[in-house]
Each structure stands twice: as structure tokens, then as C-alpha cells.
């Protein structure tokens, strides 16, 4: 079990966004905005195709976490949800993106939303109707971090009811809650901003909020001669 579980950590841990912009840019994405390195900080950095092309390797690389683990421990739930929650706790503190700064050591990485889904969706994959409703949400409210945690907590829903009908067992449920828990703590920088008027917006509400250039006045034309 401990070789399941430290793939699951080792899987997680993979920096898709990093590798996606320094591909695209040359630039290291950890210096960039917030130094995260997920769908978007990423695409604040490096476009928004970048930022969706992370997203999408986050959300595969927590589903293939938690299939690896469904594979190898058929029948032995909670072997999948401990698993599933490694990869979050990768994606957050990768091992690949240790750093030493002033004698300290830490590990860099997300928030672990999309992660977090894409271990859901292969936990049951109903979860995958979360995606829209984020997305949607995302679109309206434009904040990243309140979706990424409303996101987190309508998947638990979602596992709490199929738990409840039988589908999947309640073990799944607890993933749910240690996930929503990782995506919370490595949001609390965001969180504080939200509180202080602070938070940047993405999407179609950040150009909403741009300020307009302003229109030149035309030249004065010049009097004949």
C-alpha cells in the first residue's frame, strides 16, 4: 500500500503549469503573480490556452492518481480516498518544486482544485457535472479561489448523495472533506484578499473592470495660408 500511496504523491506532485509556461514563455511561473502553479496563475502568465491546457493536466493527473490506486487495491476504499488526497497534498507542496530559501524549505505548488476534481470524477464520475457549474460560476462571479472551493464543496455533495444511494462508498465522502480542506488552506492568501477588497478578478469580469483608453482628441487642423 505505501508504493500506492507514494505514487499517488509523486503523480500529484508533477508541475504541469511550470512545465506549460516555461515551454511557452522561458519564464518560471513561480515568480510570476501569485507563484502558484495552477490553471490561473498560469494563464495570467502565459495566455489562456495555457491556463486551460494546465487545467486539464491537473484535473488527469489526480484522476490517474486515484485509478492507479482503484487498479492496484480493488475493493479497498479507503486506500483510494487516501490516495486521491495525496495527490491534492502533491499538487499543493510538490516535491519537484522544493525550494531553500534563508534555511527554510518548502514546497511550492497550488491551490489543488482541479486536481481535487479530477480525483473525484474517478472516485465517481458524476463529479464531472461540477466542472460546468464551476465553470459557469467562474464566469459570473469571477473569483477563482470562491469557485475553486464551492467547486470542492459541491463534490462532496455530489459523493455525499451517491454515498447515500448506495453508489459509492462513504468512505468518498471523506475525501471529499480532506480535499475542500487542502484546496481551504493553500487559499487562505486569497481568502484574506477577498476580505480586504483585494482579490483579482479573471475572465470576462476582470476586462469588464480594465479601464478604458481614452480616444485622442484629433489634432487641430493647421489655417491655410
Same mark, same amino acid.
Given at each position: 500500500?505505501?508504493?500506492?500511496?507514494?505514487?499517488?504523491?509523486?503523480?500529484?506532485?508533477? &508541475?504541469?503549469?511550470?512545465?506549460?509556461?516555461? $515551454? =511557452?514563455?522561458?519564464?518560471?511561473?513561480?515568480?510570476?503573480?501569485?507563484?502558484?502553479?495552477?490553471?490561473?496563475?498560469?494563464?495570467?502568465?502565459?495566455?489562456?490556452?495555457?491556463?486551460?491546457?494546465?487545467?486539464?493536466?491537473?484535473?488527469?493527473?489526480?484522476?490517474?492518481? !486515484?485509478?492507479?490506486?482503484?487498479?492496484?487495491?480493488?475493493?479497498? &476504499?479507503?486506500?483510494?480516498?487516501?490516495?486521491?488526497?495525496?495527490? !491534492?497534498?502533491?499538487?499543493?507542496?510538490?516535491?519537484?518544486?522544493?525550494?531553500?530559501?534563508?534555511?527554510?524549505?518548502?514546497?511550492?505548488?497550488?491551490? /489543488?482544485? #482541479?486536481? #481535487?476534481?479530477?480525483?473525484?470524477?474517478?472516485?465517481?464520475?458524476?463529479?464531472?457535472?461540477?466542472?460546468?457549474?464551476?465553470?459557469? !460560476?467562474?464566469?459570473? $462571479?469571477?473569483?477563482? =479561489?470562491?469557485?475553486?472551493?464551492?467547486? /470542492?464543496? $459541491?463534490?462532496?455533495?455530489?459523493?455525499?448523495?451517491?454515498?447515500?444511494?448506495?453508489?459509492?462508498?462513504?468512505?468518498?465522502?471523506?475525501?471529499? !472533506?480532506?480535499?475542500?480542506?487542502?484546496?481551504?488552506?493553500?487559499?487562505? &492568501?486569497?481568502?484574506?484578499?477577498?476580505?480586504?477588497?483585494?482579490?483579482?478578478?479573471?475572465?470576462?469580469?476582470?476586462? =469588464?473592470?480594465? &479601464?478604458?483608453?481614452?480616444?485622442?482628441?484629433?489634432?487641430?487642423?493647421?489655417?491655410?495660408?
Amino acid at each position: 500500500m505505501g508504493a500506492i500511496l507514494a505514487s499517488a504523491y509523486l503523480i500529484g506532485s508533477i &508541475p504541469i503549469g511550470a512545465v506549460v509556461v516555461r $515551454l =511557452s514563455t522561458g519564464k518560471n511561473v513561480l515568480h510570476e503573480h501569485s507563484g502558484r502553479t495552477g490553471g490561473t496563475n498560469v494563464m495570467r502568465t502565459a495566455g489562456a490556452w495555457a491556463g486551460l491546457l494546465t487545467a486539464i493536466g491537473d484535473l488527469l493527473k489526480g484522476a490517474a492518481a !486515484v485509478t492507479l490506486a482503484q487498479s492496484l487495491a480493488p475493493g479497498q &476504499p479507503w486506500v483510494h480516498v487516501s490516495s486521491g488526497a495525496l495527490a !491534492v497534498l502533491g499538487h499543493n507542496h510538490s516535491i519537484f518544486l522544493l525550494e531553500r530559501t534563508q534555511g527554510r524549505v518548502r514546497l511550492r505548488g497550488g491551490a /489543488g482544485g #482541479a486536481t #481535487a476534481l479530477g480525483c473525484g470524477i474517478a472516485l465517481s464520475p458524476i463529479v464531472a457535472w461540477v466542472v460546468p457549474v464551476a465553470l459557469l !460560476v467562474l464566469y459570473r $462571479l469571477g473569483y477563482a =479561489s470562491v469557485t475553486t472551493l464551492l467547486a /470542492g464543496a $459541491l463534490m462532496t455533495v455530489v459523493l455525499a448523495v451517491e454515498a447515500n444511494a448506495g453508489e459509492v462508498p462513504w468512505a468518498y465522502v471523506a475525501y471529499g !472533506v480532506a480535499a475542500e480542506v487542502l484546496v481551504l488552506l493553500a487559499l487562505i &492568501p486569497n481568502l484574506d484578499r477577498l476580505r480586504r477588497g483585494e482579490e483579482r478578478l479573471v475572465g470576462w469580469r476582470a476586462r =469588464s473592470q480594465r &479601464p478604458r483608453a481614452r480616444a485622442k482628441p484629433a489634432p487641430l487642423s493647421q489655417p491655410k495660408a
